[in-house]
């Protein structure tokens, strides 16, 4: 009987994690990581902006051109690797296929109208919603594509197939910045909806 | 700031003591310094570290960009050619740029200069315009990458660098070819032996088929279409064959030393 109870438990005790150690692990380096490269990556841009404005020099980071571009080379390391991890065990665990897919057009429509109505349920937080699945694996392409552009601006000699993929270096400058733009909108939302319903912060950063 | 908080005696103005203290660093450091000081701060408050002991923050990305110098030089193959265009594709017109006014730019006597050579080579002979013009050259059309994020393709013509180092019975095994230049402020510029043994890595003495101008470097430029801009030392005076690292321009400020694309 006691054997019993305690299988009991800690299948109870199991269901309530809703996220693992190793995703909150992984998403607070990848937070850190992704603010220094894009603080940083801001002070870059301004050294010859794409287009019409500057980043204020309050929200950069490094000071100059020469700070910023050690900073963003540092931390790039960083979210690199962090994020090799984070595929690596991602689809090692299943957490992706489980909790990503499928993906379905009338099931993020519905979604999208339920939230916005306000009629979107939270009460069980180990489930995504249909909105939330398009976000998070279309965060997860981003990061790649950001990652893989950063790669081709690099190195456009060494890595030049690449450069090429991306339409050369000029474009692979845009293709960046545009990843960044859509990681900051993602940025902005994902902290806003966070805040919203603090259980899901509070998940994020205990586990349950 | 922490090492200058413990150094803070009371009753001392500290406004004024750290005041004093800058002025005891060279003005770019000193800029710098502060500069990033005011965006670590920034950094600061939104990730709530304390990341504002800016010299060990320092210390560190110094040696992360040097462990990067290692990573690149790695990962640099010496058979990559960087991609060439046809000459419909060259900038125009092609940027002037360096850390000063095109008027401040070092006006050159052609007549005069000599292109020094030391260190380890066989023949430290003095180089005029004259002789290196009869060096056999190749024009190139390549993509000119500057550290600041623009690029433009240009076409330059001269001899390979490879070849003349060759020439002069340079010691190749050595570790780098330091450049050093006429700027005002005395520009210089450490290259790897590697990158200098490029096929492309060239002494360049034209621009578009025309003698180089004085805004691209005249009247000698190194071409290192496998490097950033900074890298491609302009009004080029002498170079040193050494195996000791000495130091550039930009590298001494904090730009990466390798900087290969």
């Not at chain 1, 950069?60 to 571009?69: E, I, K, N, P, V």
């Not at chain 1, 916005?116 to 981003?142: C, E, F, P, W």
């Not at chain 2, 101008?213 to 000698?220: D, H, L, N």
Request: glycine letters at 8%; charged letters at 20%.
């Amino acid at each position: 009987m006691s054997s019993l109870a305690v299988s009991d438990k800690s299948i109870n005790a199991a269901a309530k994690v809703i996220q693992p150690a190793w995703v909150r692990i992984v998403h607070w380096i990848n937070a850190v990581a992704m603010i220094l490269m894009i603080m940083s990556g801001w002070q870059i841009y301004n050294a010859s902006p794409l287009f019409d404005f500057r980043f204020s020099a309050n929200i950069t980071l490094g000071g100059w051109l020469g700070g910023a571009l050690l900073w963003h080379f540092a931390a790039m390391w960083l979210l690199m690797v962090n994020g090799l991890v984070y595929l690596a065990l991602g689809f090692a665990t299943g957490r992706f296929a489980s909790k990503l897919l499928p993906i379905s057009p009338a099931g993020v429509i519905a979604d999208a109208k339920a939230a916005l109505m306000g009629k979107l349920s939270h009460d069980d937080l180990t489930r995504y919603n249909y909105v939330q699945k398009l976000l998070y694996a279309g965060i997860i392409v981003v990061g790649v594509v950001i990652v893989l552009s950063g790669l081709s601006i690099w190195k456009p000699v060494q890595l030049q197939y690449l450069t090429a993929l991306f339409g050369g270096y000029d474009v692979a400058r845009y293709v960046h910045f545009i990843c960044m733009a859509s990681i900051v909108a993602f940025l902005v939302i994902h902290v806003a909806l966070a805040l919203l319903v603090p259980k899901s912060l509070r998940a994020m950063i205990i586990g349950r | 700031m922490g090492r200058l908080r413990s150094l803070l005696i009371p009753g001392v103005d500290k406004r004024l003591l750290v005041r004093d203290a800058g002025k005891l660093m060279p003005d770019l450091t000193r800029r710098h310094f502060v500069a990033g000081g005011a965006s670590l701060g920034a950094l600061a408050l939104l990730t709530g570290c304390d990341v504002s002991d800016s010299f060990s923050a320092e210390e560190m990305l110094k040696k992360v960009s040097k462990f990067n110098d290692g990573v690149q030089a790695a990962i640099f193959n010496p058979h990559a050619l960087a991609p060439t265009f046809p000459e419909s594709a060259i900038t125009k017109p092609f940027p002037f740029n360096a850390y000063y006014e095109l008027d401040d730019a070092p006006e050159i006597n052609g007549k005069e200069w000599k292109f020094e050579v030391r260190g380890l080579v066989d023949n430290k002979k003095a180089w005029t315009l004259e002789e290196l013009y009869k060096l056999p050259q190749v024009k190139q059309i390549t993509r000119h990458i500057c550290v600041e994020g623009w690029s433009a393709i240009g076409s330059w013509t001269g001899t390979p660098l490879r070849d003349f180092l060759k020439l002069i019975g340079a010691d190749t095994r050595a570790k780098y070819c330091w450049f050093q230049c006429a700027d005002t402020d005395g520009y210089n510029s450490p290259l790897d032996m590697e990158t200098a043994l490029h096929p492309q890595t060239q002494m360049t003495f034209k621009f578009a088929d025309e003698v180089l101008p004085r805004a691209y470097g005249f009247p000698m430029k190194i071409r290192v279409p496998t490097k950033l801009g900074f890298k491609n030392p302009k009004y080029v005076i002498s170079m040193e064959v050494t195996n000791d690292y000495k130091g550039g321009y930009w590298e001494d400020q904090g730009y990466n030393s390798f900087s290969g694309s």
